[in-house]
């Protein structure tokens, strides 16, 4: 009867073992995707051009911080900005729409807004959102750079004056 209780009591510490270890392995990989989904917006300047980079998880929340950013760029009249989305794990349908808008605010002032390094989820998400691929998206950094190098400097775009 001892050796059977030596041996249930062997089994059962031996699986509180393997359950742990799987506990901490999990709590590791929750650590880890909570890093990775830390929203970090980094702004860089090259030359003319200013590029906000985007990394991790972005909801309406973390949108703010990159409205708050684009808006001064406006105020700034800067005219060519990258949206750097490469490292972006999550953005929203509503976020791709804003950003949208905030292209079309930069257009209307001579500027162009480029959307690079989409994944081909947020490709798609950003065409159901109004972005034109040929002309919004680009694949990455480099491709964007240069072709606003060759952009000609452009004037705001004023509305059409009205009949009175």
């Known amino acids: ?14 699986d509180i073992v393997f359950v742990a270890s799987l506990l901490l392995n ?8 909570a890093q990775i989904m830390e929203f970090i917006l980094k702004q860089i300047k090259k ?5 906000l980079s985007l990394n991790g998880y972005m909801g309406n929340d973390e949108f703010c911080q ?4 684009l808006s001064l ?8 900005v990258i949206l750097d989305l490469k490292t972006l794990s999550f953005v929203t349908a509503r976020s791709l729409a ?27 998400l950003a065409q159901m959102a109004g972005f034109n691929e040929q002309n919004d998206f680009d694949p990455d950094r480099a491709t964007a750079l240069k072709k606003m190098a060759k952009m000609p400097t452009v004037k705001p775009r004023l509305p059409p004056k009205q009949n009175k």
């Open 98 to 124: 804003r950003f949208l808008v905030c292209g079309q605010e930069f257009r209307r002032n001579g500027g162009e807004l480029k959307l690079v390094g989409l994944s081909s989820e947020l490709s798609r």
């Open 73 to 80: 760029l406006l105020e700034q009249k800067h005219g060519r």
């Open 1 to 14: 009867m001892n050796a059977a209780k030596t041996l249930l009591a062997t089994e059962l510490a031996s």
């Open 66 to 69: 990159v409205d708050k950013a």
């Open 47 to 51: 030359g003319e051009v200013q590029i």
């Open 26 to 33: 999990l709590a590791i990989t929750v650590a880890k995707r």
